[in-house]
Each structure stands twice: as structure tokens, then as C-alpha cells.
């Protein structure tokens, strides 16, 4: 019996794996898709992302349409003893999709997509992009699932990392709301994961899905009915007002609903003498109840200043919420640091220290030039959840801060890295754990801990149990349990 179990794995190995490699013209002839070699027109504007501190060279890129040329493309690589990058919109604040001599599998161009209304059910490959997504789901069945805020940001790496927009606040991160996935694994075959098939896969994969388990090539999501419009106000303050917005802004956010999302940011752009802020208030829900909630923000009482706060501009907008993510901002194609934390608190010692850094950014003579703190609010119904509900560790604290500096000119560089590094350090007493939707190679001590913390061991099984050989291996992909 032992000896007919042996000649069935090997004769199974050697299906899978061919004796002899596919050639590059093999795989052209063969492929669905492009393949894109160094030599190609395209080469370049295939191999960046938005960060151009990269400047990585592939071996090849290949755009594949379906899952089976996935497949192909995972059999040239291993055929040819290739490691494999896998890139879908190119957001990656390390640009992990591209490495250096790799078979960069670019799955962007898989953009099939359908809505089952029976089941209520949203299914798309990786390649899409959001707005895209957006534009079959809200324009054509009036539904729509969490997903990404920035119009080229694509499903595949937003959703394995977590996945957060106006629509989380009542229906939980784009992660949370995925009950279906395709994957193709190392050894070539391609399996479903959902709560009944490979559910250790499906776990690890929903917040852990850049760790190197495989190439997820499709997406079913549960679907959401959504309104005509949605209110959403763009407010702007005066830089002296800082401590007393930000302070508003905190307390506000510890009693509004889940129907209101928050985002609010401050930057400082050029040499400007003041960094600048902002807040954007969404709510979910009829856009004519909009005012009464984020009107609060219209005039308040300062809190550190004891005087009445108004804004210099607060500017309306009652908009599909496909227009509101196709009218949304991109990160601009430039040299770029991203570093970031989960705050356990907005106290003065921390609305303090943000000011001082922010006035202590750089100075230069270019507005392309910019230093800015984002804070995200990741609270409402993306909390409701335990931290092992699924990969997806960050569920108690709801303000995630994310510090960036966006920049042209490599005599910059230093200085900038040297701001961010700095800043970063401020407020590590005040942080817990890291989005790793911005990952961090610059600032991390601890990457597995600050991304994925007590989830880590679990993900370390899977990674073993699904890629034995740790055959989708970078410098962040999860490690074996013995590491």
C-alpha cells in the first residue's frame, strides 16, 4: 500500500511539475494575456508603481486575463528557477509587487466581474480597480461592497491587507466582507477557500494575504444596497487652530455613530510658513441628514484656546459614492516614505507633539514637495469584530496614523527619511501595531509583530501547511514556524 502511495505522489509530482522548462516563447504563444520583457516599450511603465524611490528590473512581467495563465506563468518561473512578485495596482508603499529578476505575475488586466442579486454576492477578479468595481456595482445594481477611497487602488492587495472606506464605518473592512476566494498555490493547483473549503487558508488570507500564501486571482464579497447620494463636507481651519480642531475631532469621534466617517489630515507643502489642515466628514445614510452631524464642525468651542473655532472653508458635496471615490486623490507618482501606527490615544501630549513635528517638516523650493500626517478613523463596525475573526489583528484602536512624505529630487531624499525616522520615534509610546496596507521597511524593528501581533504564530502554520517550501518568499512574506 506504501509503495502505491509513493508511485501515485511522485507520478502526481511529476504532472505538476514539467521535467523541461517552458520557454519564454512557449509561455508568449501559450499565454492569455501579454508578456512584457525587458526589451518592450511597456517594460517601464509596467514595472512602477506610484513610488518611484524603486527602481527595480524583473526578469519579465507577465499580464495574465484568467486564472489558468496565472498558472502558466507560475509554471515558466519555477521551470526556469525563477522566484515570482505578484503586483495588481501598484500601491504598494514598498512596491513589494516588483523585485528585482523575478517573473513579476501582474494580474491588473484581470477585470471580469458580475453581481449575483439571488445571492447577493459580488464577484471580481484581482486586476480591477475600485473605481471600476464602483462603476458596474453602484451605477448598474446600486450596490457596493467596502473596498479602496483612492480611485487607481485595486482590489487584490487593498482587500488582503484589510481594506478601508466611508463604507466600513457601518459594513466592516473589504477583508471582513469577502466570503469566497481562488488562490493558486506554489505547487500550481488552484483551490477555493471560504468558511467550508481550506478555511485556515481563507482566515489567513482576509488581513494576511501579503504574507506569501498563494496568488488570489478572484473575490466574491456580500453586497450592500446604496443611496442615490451621500453628504460629504471638505473643511479647512487655520493653522493656529490646530490643537483645538484636532481635539474636537477626537471627542467628537467618541460619541458620533457608525453612519459618520472621519478622515483628517495635516501637511505642509513647499516652504510654506504654516503646514495646513483639513477634515473630510461622510456620512452614511439620507445626504439630507448629513448637516446634522457633520454641521458640529461648523463652529465649536476650543477646547485649548476657550474661544469659538470656525472654519476658513467648508465646502459641500451631495454625490454618488462612485463619484466620490472617482473624484477622489491618488497618490502622485514621486519618491516616497510611508510610516505608520494604530494611536491608544489622542491626549494633548500627542495633538502637541503632531503640531511640532508637522511645523518641523522640511522646507523646499518645489510645491511637489510634501510632508503630511493622515489620520484614518478605523472605528464603527471595523471594531465589531474579535482580533482573531479573522488575519486582521487591528481591532481596538480606532485612529490610524500614517505619516508620508511625497517628494522629487534625490537630494531630498535624505532629509526627508531623516524627518520621517524622526518622527515616527515620537510616537511609538503612544502606538500600537501597524496597517499593513502601508508597509514599513524603513522604521520596523518587529514587521510580523507590528502587522499581524498574537495572529503571527497562526499564520506561520498556514504558510507551512500551504507553501511548504516557502516558494513565495520575500522580505516581509510570512516565516515558517520554526523562524
Request: charged share 15%.
Amino acid at each position: 500500500m506504501n509503495k502505491i502511495l509513493i508511485l501515485f505522489i511522485c507520478v502526481l509530482s511529476c504532472f505538476i511539475y514539467r521535467a523541461e522548462s517552458l520557454t519564454l516563447a512557449q509561455l508568449t504563444a501559450q499565454i492569455n494575456g501579454k508578456v512584457i520583457s525587458q526589451s518592450s516599450t511597456d517594460f517601464n511603465n509596467a514595472r512602477f508603481g506610484y513610488n518611484y524611490r524603486y527602481n527595480r528590473v524583473p526578469q519579465i512581467i507577465v499580464q495574465p486575463l484568467d486564472t489558468s495563465s496565472v498558472v502558466l506563468a507560475l509554471e515558466y518561473a519555477q521551470t526556469n528557477n525563477l522566484l515570482v512578485s505578484v503586483k495588481s495596482g501598484g500601491h504598494s508603499a514598498i512596491a513589494e509587487g516588483v523585485q528585482d529578476l523575478r517573473v513579476v505575475i501582474d494580474v491588473s488586466q484581470m477585470k471580469q466581474i458580475s453581481y449575483d442579486p439571488v445571492s447577493n454576492i459580488i464577484t471580481t477578479q484581482s486586476g480591477n480597480k475600485w473605481v471600476e468595481v464602483y462603476n458596474y456595482t453602484i451605477n448598474k445594481h446600486q450596490v457596493a461592497t467596502p473596498g479602496g477611497s483612492c480611485p487607481s487602488v485595486s482590489v487584490g492587495g487593498l482587500t488582503l491587507g484589510g481594506g478601508a472606506n466611508d463604507l466600513s464605518t457601518v459594513h466592516g473592512l473589504a477583508t471582513d466582507n469577502v466570503v469566497e476566494l481562488e488562490v493558486v498555490l506554489a505547487n500550481r493547483s488552484v483551490v477555493i477557500a471560504n468558511q467550508q473549503n481550506n478555511a485556515d487558508l481563507f482566515w489567513a488570507l482576509r488581513g494576511g494575504g501579503h504574507g506569501g500564501f498563494g496568488i488570489v486571482t478572484l473575490f466574491k464579497f456580500k453586497a450592500h444596497p446604496v443611496l442615490p447620494t451621500y453628504y460629504s463636507a471638505w473643511i479647512t481651519y487655520a493653522w493656529a487652530d490646530f490643537e483645538d480642531v484636532l481635539t474636537y475631532v477626537n471627542k467628537f469621534s467618541e460619541t458620533m455613530p457608525n453612519t459618520v466617517n472621519l478622515y483628517f489630515t495635516a501637511w505642509r507643502s513647499s516652504n510654506a510658513t504654516n503646514p495646513s489642515v483639513a477634515l473630510s466628514c461622510f456620512f452614511n445614510g439620507p445626504s439630507q441628514l448629513g448637516e446634522s452631524h457633520c454641521g458640529s464642525f461648523r463652529n465649536f468651542s476650543g477646547i485649548e484656546s476657550n474661544t469659538y473655532i470656525t472654519p476658513t472653508s467648508y465646502s459641500v458635496s451631495n454625490i454618488s459614492y462612485y463619484d466620490t471615490v472617482r473624484t477622489g486623490t491618488d497618490p502622485k507618482a514621486r519618491s516616497s516614505y510611508t510610516s505608520g501606527s494604530f494611536l491608544t490615544s489622542i491626549n494633548k501630549k500627542v495633538v502637541r507633539n503632531i503640531k511640532t513635528q508637522l511645523e518641523k517638516s522640511p522646507l523646499t523650493p518645489y510645491t511637489f514637495n510634501t510632508a503630511r500626517l493622515n489620520l484614518y478613523w478605523q472605528g464603527g463596525q471595523m471594531l465589531n469584530q474579535t482580533r482573531d475573526f479573522n488575519a486582521y489583528v487591528h481591532r481596538t484602536y480606532p485612529w490610524n496614523a500614517v505619516w508620508l512624505v511625497s517628494y522629487a529630487g534625490g537630494e531630498f531624499e535624505d532629509t526627508y527619511r531623516k524627518w520621517i525616522k524622526q518622527t515616527y520615534g515620537k510616537f511609538e509610546s503612544f502606538s500600537e501595531g501597524v496597517y499593513q496596507n502601508y508597509p514599513d521597511e524603513t522604521n520596523l524593528d518587529n514587521w510580523a509583530e507590528a502587522y499581524y501581533m498574537e495572529n503571527y504564530p497562526k499564520l506561520q502554520v498556514v504558510k507551512a501547511a500551504y507553501d511548504p517550501n516557502n516558494y513565495f518568499k520575500f522580505a516581509q512574506s510570512i516565516g515558517s514556524p520554526s523562524s
